[in-house]
């Protein structure tokens, strides 16, 4: 069965650093581009970073640019979101998806893209 699971949520404060990290169950994630993506209580879902197979090439989200870091370590089938100088309006649940693809260039923060998502992981920032 494929399976994405996010882990390394938790509660910080303003300014703090967290990092998620990404791995799968049933497939092998280093074949495939992989989307981090977060849904705050009462909104849509947003793209925040996406990440090619080999790692070459990365998308982000404009609110989180210059924040966050997306990475892969394929030897580990594991992908990570590193981020930084966190603010309240990014908590939220934070998931990982793959749609199959190795990467999907310009529309790789689109998440009709994505069949594949893990169930999230919670991050919440406090004032």
């Known amino acids: 069965q494929l399976q994405l699971v996010e882990s390394g949520g938790g509660a910080v404060q303003t300014g703090g650093s967290l990092t998620l990290s990404c791995t799968a169950s049933?497939?092998?994630?280093?074949?495939?581009?992989i989307g981090w993506f977060r849904q705050a209580p009462g909104k849509d879902r947003e793209a925040v970073a996406s990440?090619?197979?080999?790692?070459?090439?990365?998308q982000y989200g404009h609110s989180v640019k210059g924040r966050f870091t997306i990475s892969r370590d394929n030897a580990k089938s594991t992908v990570y979101l590193q981020m930084t100088s966190l603010k309240p309006e990014d908590t939220g649940v934070y998931y990982c998806?793959?749609?199959?693809?190795?990467?999907?260039?310009?529309?790789?923060?689109?998440?009709?893209?994505?069949?594949?998502w893990g169930q999230g992981t919670q991050v919440t920032v406090s004032s």
């Open positions: 049933g497939f092998i994630l280093d074949y495939y581009a």
């Open positions: 998806a793959t749609g199959g693809t190795d990467w999907y260039g310009p529309s790789s923060l689109n998440p009709v893209l994505y069949d594949y």
């Open positions: 990440i090619s197979s080999s790692g070459g090439s990365t």
